[in-house]
């Protein structure tokens, strides 16, 4: 446990990496309703998985930053190497603690672990392991309460992920070995209900990944002898990670499957070629065929024969072995200790010496992940032609200050160019384009995201924001509530058709809106400020002073919502609260010209001239030219009744 959290130290407070936001559980769902819907509605949360997202909603509900969320993913990351060491000890293989060590701090796993999102792994890898130690009771003791704990914890592990699908047909291997033979009563027959649950959980997502996901398309399209070439490659690959973890990255390079290219039926054609001479020595030893069975019919999800969305970027993934590669660690383990034991190594010893440059390895590849910028950029070093990093780090250069726009444009055009029809990289590039000021450039990037995917929300959005700015308002309403058909919760949206529809006078729909995104986001204070000034521009001056105040509570602070506040109760003939409202937001707002406009005009509607000629010289001072010939205007007026 030490020492896999001194491994982990780099990430103990890491930030949000890609999909992280979308697993953590927003706050409108962290109440014990937004529970039950995490349970009762697949669609309430980024992959239906309701354990992981109770745990989520747990860490989410009492915690603060990131801290919990790491060390619960170390925690149980550490408890699985424990459970890998016990399971082993039970089943008297040699080299437990090895394998515990090194699965506990091989940087294989390091994505698993210090990612957020991969909380699935580890929790579901724990539940796993408790089902796996618990089952091996039950066949030793055959008592209800260990076959109930077993299926028990298998359900949890189905309900954090459902890659554990294959633990019944890893029990049947281990009892072929162990036995040489299985029995149908004693051995299959109490699996079946875990094959049924299994089998029921693994079609549930593999059909989210297809239909709702989105792991279907061009990218995904291989035929039968395809499907065999890149599973051969695939097994081979993360064999050879375990073996020699080296040049480790967030997104390696996604393959090209050709059928024609003899060298690529070398790796189908040696994986049976292994089995085969695996099986025919099984009467020596059938452990070494135990472990490439666990080891490859572990990664039967991710080994091509289903569509997985990750395989729109890459063929492999870190986190796609992290109980597969167990299979290969107990062979590694077992064996370097059978061969120690002819000098009576210590086995402490072993791991020890084994475990420690390991764990050297995961900390310095762990630092990797402490921030998302971090991991793009040094994923891109290591694969230049990564997808996912260049469109990952232009969405992040988008959400940060515009400093960072000119470069995010340039990775949404990498993006492209790596894939044309990269429905991510349009809507990048349009809103990279339309940030910068160039809206009819944006436009036609935008329609062809929505055109690829009609069913991203997104792209619809940045859609209305282009067609907004571009002053075709019925166009850019159009597309927002087509991004609400297809993402009712978003508050963006919701506020910025309302504006759309407030400038055409359309108050009453405006208003409708705005409500709805209130019932979403009832502290959002922009939301609370929209209300306010669409209340205003419809003549509820009452209704729109309320909404002020609201909004200035949610933040006190804010300069914009004084000033209207300030316009608001001037409306009302409040001159009085009106002149604190102004004097307010020039004091917060001091360099825009509009709220000392405002302030003058009480002064000057008050008869004090003297004041009011004061704050129309330093609107001048910080007015454009244009504004300031019509404001020097308004000044001589005042100096004229001043002068009366």
């Keep these: 446990m030490v020492a896999v959290f001194a491994a982990y130290r780099p990430v103990w407070n890491g930030g949000l990496l890609w999909d992280d936001e979308a697993h953590v559980i927003p706050e409108t769902l962290r109440s014990i309703g937004g529970l039950g819907r995490l349970w009762l509605d697949p669609s309430a949360s980024q992959q239906y998985y309701p354990v992981a997202s109770t745990v989520f909603w747990f860490i989410g509900r009492f915690f603060t930053g990131t801290f919990a969320y790491h060390a619960a993913n170390i925690l149980l990351h550490a408890s699985s190497a424990f459970l890998v060491t016990v399971i082993l000890r039970r089943l008297a293989i040699p080299g437990a603690v090895v394998a515990g060590a090194i ?21 579901s890898g724990f539940c796993y392991l408790a089902a796996f130690l618990a089952y091996i009771r039950f066949d030793q003791t055959r008592t209800k309460r260990a076959y109930a704990l077993a299926f028990a914890f298998f359900l949890l592990a189905l309900g954090s992920k459902t890659v554990t699908a294959s633990l019944p047909a890893a029990l049947l291997v281990v009892f072929w070995w162990k036995r040489g033979t299985l029995e149908l009563r004693t051995d299959v027959l109490p699996l079946v209900p875990f094959f049924a649950a299994g089998v029921a959980a693994g079609l549930g997502t593999a059909w989210i990944e297809y239909h709702v996901i989105g792991a279907q398309g061009a990218r995904f399209e291989f035929n039968a002898v395809e499907r065999v070439l890149l599973a051969g490659r695939v097994v081979w690959f993360y064999a050879a990670t375990i073996a020699w973890p080296v040049n480790l990255m967030f997104s390696y390079p996604r393959w090209t499957i050709d059928s024609g290219a003899w060298w690529q039926w070398l790796f189908p054609i040696g994986l049976i070629g292994v089995l085969v001479f695996l099986f025919a020595i099984r009467q020596r030893s059938r452990a070494p065929l135990a472990s490439a069975l666990f080891f490859a019919g572990t990664l039967f999800p991710v080994l091509g024969f289903l569509n997985v969305y990750p395989f729109r970027f890459s063929f492999v993934a870190d986190h796609f072995q992290y109980l597969a ?122 329609r062809r995201a929505v055109s690829l995917d009609p069913g991203l929300a997104e792209a619809h959005y940045n859609l209305g924001l282009t067609l907004a700015s571009l002053g075709r308002p019925q166009e850019a309403i159009d597309a927002y509530r087509r991004s609400l058909e297809i993402y009712p919760q978003n508050v963006k949206a919701l506020h910025n058709l309302a504006n759309v529809l407030r400038e055409e006078k359309r108050y009453a729909d405006a208003l409708g809106v705005l409500r709805k995104a209130i019932d979403i986001d009832p502290d959002s204070a922009d939301v609370r400020l ?7 521009a419809s003549g509820d001056l009452p209704g729109a002073i309320a909404a002020y105040q609201i909004a200035i509570g949610r933040r006190p602070d804010w300069g914009e919502a004084w000033n209207n506040l300030g316009l608001a109760l001037k409306r009302s003939g409040r001159a009085g609260e009106a002149r604190q409202a102004f004097e307010t937001a020039v004091r917060l707002l001091p360099d825009a010209p509009l709220v000392h406009i405002n302030l003058a005009s009480i002064y000057a509607d008050a008869g004090e001239f003297d004041r009011a000629i004061h704050e129309y010289e330093r609107a001048i001072a910080l007015a454009s030219p244009q504004q300031a010939a019509g404001l020097r205007q308004q000044l001589e007026t005042v100096r004229k009744l001043k002068g009366r």
């Design 325 to 446: 590669a167990l299979g290969v660690v107990t062979g590694l383990s077992a064996g370097i200790m059978i061969v120690l034991a002819r000098w009576r190594v210590s086995e402490i010893v072993a791991a020890t010496v084994i475990a420690a440059p390991l764990g050297i390895l995961t900390a310095s590849y762990s630092g990797y992940f402490s921030d998302a910028q971090t991991l793009y950029r040094e994923t891109i070093e290591r694969n230049p032609g990564s997808l996912l990093a260049h469109g990952n780090l232009a969405s992040l250069l988008l959400e940060g200050p515009p400093s960072g726009w000119v470069e995010a444009m340039a990775h949404a055009r990498t993006t492209l160019s790596i894939d044309p029809e990269s429905v991510a990289g349009h809507n990048l590039l349009g809103t990279a384009l339309q940030r910068a000021g160039r809206p009819e450039e944006a436009l036609p990037e935008l």
């Design 530 to 536: 929209n209300l306010a000034d669409t209340l205003q």
């Design 103 to 123: 699965f506990a701090l091989h940087p294989v796993n390091v994505e698993s672990v210090a990612w957020i999102s991969e909380l699935k792994n580890t929790l």
